[in-house]
């Protein structure tokens, strides 16, 4: 599955992305819908979900023209862009470094990803779950800077990643409106040797995970060294 100049439109299970519901498909080119949001309109192209997802939540078979993507494709798109450590192993991310990869997007537009929870009331567009991106893992120190990461590492790619949500953010994305994303497109460059210095720091700590599975013990990882370079890629999107 391939596409060019293309606008893809990722939708989380944020309480807020019930408002994509009334966006025209026309106004994109791909639909992709992480976990839970397959439910939030039945046009969607690509669902992305993890080994353990359960089966009582999938769709009962994907539609023509629709396709699942699971661990086998998306932990090879993840691994290109740096891995699960790097990268940040929340669905969001994992998707769209799959979609960056094999869609070829122009512009990712994400809406329900804002990966901020309230303490009391729906935590997402079904009610309240478990707000996975809280939990307890090495991956998820800064997901603010894992933002900025894919926003950089993206735009080296031609591609723009914005945030269509109105609502408070751990995305550093820039914001924009749905209807007017045939005319966003990258807005910045990024200095290539400071994003050459980060990447070349990551792959110096050697922390890769081929099969996307990573020992979650802050003993084994140099957590000074990840929070270091978590600074630098938020730095690089600082204006």
Known sequence: MTATNSVVLILGSGPNVLEAQKWPKEWFDSIVVVNNAWRVRPDWDVLVFPEDFPADR???APAAGQVWIEADAFVPAQNHFGGFIMAG???AYTTAYWALHHLRPRVMA????????AETGATHFYGTG????????ISLRDLGAKSARL?????QQG????????APSALLFERADADGLRKSGVSRVFQPDRVKALQER???LGYTTPDGRYLNDAAVWDMGALAEIDQGWRGL???
Do not use: H
């Open 130 to 137: 478990t707000a996975d991106p809280l939990r307890a893992d």
């Open 159 to 166: 591609c723009a990643c914005v945030n269509l949500s109105k």
């Open 89 to 91: 192993a929340t669905m």
């Open 58 to 60: 999938k769709p009962p």
């Open 237 to 239: 999107l600082r204006k």
């Open 110 to 117: 994400f809406m329900g990803c804002d990966m901020t929870y």
């Open 151 to 155: 926003a950089v590492l993206a735009a």
């Open 202 to 204: 990551e792959s110096a």
